[in-house]
């Protein structure tokens, strides 16, 4: 194994400066002028190392909402009109007073989110039905497979007793390719890949197969967000590939959590601090957190109700919809509360954020959903309860459309076997460090 020095790096990224006049050309949409305000201050050889690393962040960072912000109106009209062919200018300016259709004014130009048309039918009542009308209402093939799998799980919880059940050995390649000549001839690449976590019951045998470099580094369990790193040297025309195999036993996992058997939290201890505290910049107990909260848990005192509550009134409120990098973000959760709409990422940090304000312990998990016919990216968490211990929430995955009350919230303490684990936390160093911004600063998913 070769020797590498590393760099931890002490800071965490958040999305404004201590420089004002630079925050106020940001929030009027004056990138352009901010990031040459910034590019001056990296310059002026006034900084120290730190304080010039997150300013060249804030300059990727309005590079990065760029990218994400490229449709124009005529882009957006031309989806829209499949489904209200008289559709007008007029109109997108209705979902944008609305706020269903996202948008930013970058450098004078009214720019639109690259995912905003098609959410706009997810988020917008009037849309979703529109759109309903014309091509049907059916659902997708990871739902018909969850309400065939979930009361199968189930029963053999029941019948055998035991909380983990119906075994799965999956086997996993991994690739990912970087483009030919995006890094010059003879330069050094290097890769972190998603590695899974290990010390979960339901997630065991883990065994390395095949790395595409003879000498790689498996991060330790302790790293929270896990990874195999390798490295390699790029040739000028091909393209870099780095790549690994391996296979691992899951088991689905259920416990039946009982609103009526609950014990009191022992608020002393390290783990509920921990896990109930705020972490900015996205668990934060914000007014507008206060203030939902209230309007969810009313006056219910016993903590299981408690998070079913606020499980139930995201599920009930909050659709699912493509997101912009999370990197570029101030506040996630605040985000989800103010826009009214979330990705499985964004679901989960404002579920963690409303059972944290209320005493709960919740933290991250994620990695990859690997169902049959349905591999992506996915987040959800896990939430602690006193008798109990940590058990699985996957907000996203919602409510199953089921008389069977056990198989309705299957989801709410119970997860299935094709959850693929590699993160316990989110915005945790890399291991070997990284020394520069990672390309997303709050998962690590796609390597």
């Not at 005529?74 to 259709?101: N, S």
């Not at 899951?250 to 608020?267: C, L």
């Amino acid at each position: 194994m070769k020797t590498i020095l590393l760099f931890l790096l002490p800071l965490v990224m958040t999305a404004q400066t201590k420089y004002d006049e630079v925050n106020s050309l940001v929030a009027n949409g004056e990138y352009s002028k901010a990031q040459n305000k910034m590019r001056e201050l990296i310059d002026s050889n006034k900084l120290n190392a730190t304080e010039i690393l997150e300013l060249e962040f804030q300059v990727e960072r309005l590079e990065r909402i760029r990218k994400d912000f490229r449709k124009t109106a005529d882009d957006v009209l031309i989806y829209v009109k499949r489904y209200f062919p008289k559709a007008t200018l007029a109109d997108l300016e209705k979902w944008e007073r609305a706020g269903t259709l996202e948008y930013k004014i970058i450098d004078g130009e009214k720019k639109y989110f690259n995912r905003s048309h098609t959410n706009l039918f997810r988020v917008d009542k009037e849309a979703k039905q529109e759109k309903e009308k014309i091509v049907g209402i059916k659902k997708d093939g990871l739902d018909i497979f969850l309400e065939d799998h979930v009361p199968q799980v189930i029963d053999e919880v029941r019948s055998t007793g035991n909380s983990l059940v119906k075994p799965v050995r999956l086997k996993l390649f991994y690739e990912l390719s970087v483009d030919a000549d995006a890094v010059p001839d003879g330069e050094i690449i290097r890769c972190w890949l998603p590695y899974p976590r290990e010390g979960h019951k339901r997630q065991t045998d883990v065994k390395l197969l095949y790395t595409s470099e003879d000498e790689y580094i498996i991060a330790g369990n302790k790293n929270l967000q896990r990874t195999l790193y390798m490295e390699k040297k790029a040739q000028s025309g091909r393209a870099t590939e780095f790549k690994f195999e391996l296979q691992y036993t899951a088991f689905n996992e259920w416990r039946r959590v009982d609103e009526t058997n609950f014990t009191e939290y022992i608020t002393s201890s390290n783990l509920y601090e921990e896990f109930t505290a705020e972490r900015p910049p996205h668990i934060v107990f914000t007014d507008k957190v206060k203030s939902l909260s209230k309007e969810i848990i009313g006056n219910e005192t016993n903590p299981i109700r408690k998070a079913k509550k606020i499980y139930k009134w995201i599920n009930d409120n909050i659709p699912w919809a493509g997101a912009r990098e999370y990197s570029t973000f101030e506040n996630i959760s605040d985000y989800c509360i103010t826009r009214g709409w979330g990705d499985c990422g964004i679901q989960t940090l404002t579920f963690m954020t409303l059972c944290r304000y209320n005493g709960i312990p919740t933290k991250w998990q994620s990695g990859w959903m690997l169902h049959p016919g349905e591999v992506n990216l996915h987040d959800w968490g896990e939430i602690y309860f006193e008798g109990y211990g940590w058990i699985p929430v996957d907000q996203s995955f919602k409510l199953i459309d089921s008389e069977d009350e056990d198989v309705k919230w299957f989801f709410f303490g119970g997860i299935d076997a094709y959850h693929f684990i590699v993160n316990d936390d989110y915005s945790k160093p890399l291991f070997p460090a990284k020394i520069y911004p990672r390309s997303e600063t709050v998962d690590f998913q796609r390597g």
